[in-house]
């Protein structure tokens, strides 16, 4: 099977988006669904939740994993391990505002990611944790 393109890749993602009920309602310059298929077209393949949910969940070397501060399953309010600060829900279903600003998403992925990885996150773990994200209803 040949590779698919850009193109396919994105509508495969939207499509399924679509098919898992997605939510569409929009809070500011994009949607979670966007974010999915920006991820999914830069990685080249799509976001896998069963991958998503053991990134999510894991320490990679560090003291954190994302589950630390955003609670497992992130569909409840989180709290900052450090420093005790509320954190609104990161699953979609439960926040209609959750990856809808891409300065914002952008800015705390790369902040976040840098404290569990040590590294910025690639677009295949964001894609990953999104499609596990949108399983969580």
């Known amino acids: ?3 698919p393109t850009r193109a396919r890749t994105a509508g495969l993602i939207l499509a399924a988006s679509a098919a898992l009920g997605a ?10 669904a966007d974010q999915l298929i920006r991820w999914s077209v830069q990685a080249g393949a799509g976001g896998d939740p ?4 053991v990134f999510f969940d ?5 003291e954190w994993s994302c589950a630390s ?3 497992m399953p992130p569909t409840g309010t989180g709290r900052h391990a450090s420093t005790a600060k509320s954190i609104a829900p990161l699953a979609p279903a439960f926040n209609a505002k959750a990856f809808t600003e891409t300065a914002k998403v952008d800015k705390w992925l790369r902040r976040n990611c840098k404290d569990v990885l040590s590294r910025e996150c690639s677009a295949a773990e ?7 994200l949108y399983t969580l209803r």
């Not at 939510?23 to 979670?32: L, S």
């Not at 069963?50 to 949910?53: K, M, N, V």
């Open 50 to 53: 069963a991958r998503g949910q």
């Open 126 to 132: 964001k894609a990953d944790v999104l499609a596990y």
């Open 69 to 71: 501060c955003h609670g």
């Open 58 to 62: 894991r320490r990679h070397g560090g």
């Open 23 to 32: 939510p569409w309602a929009q809070a500011g310059d994009t949607t979670a």
């Open 1 to 3: 099977m040949p590779y």
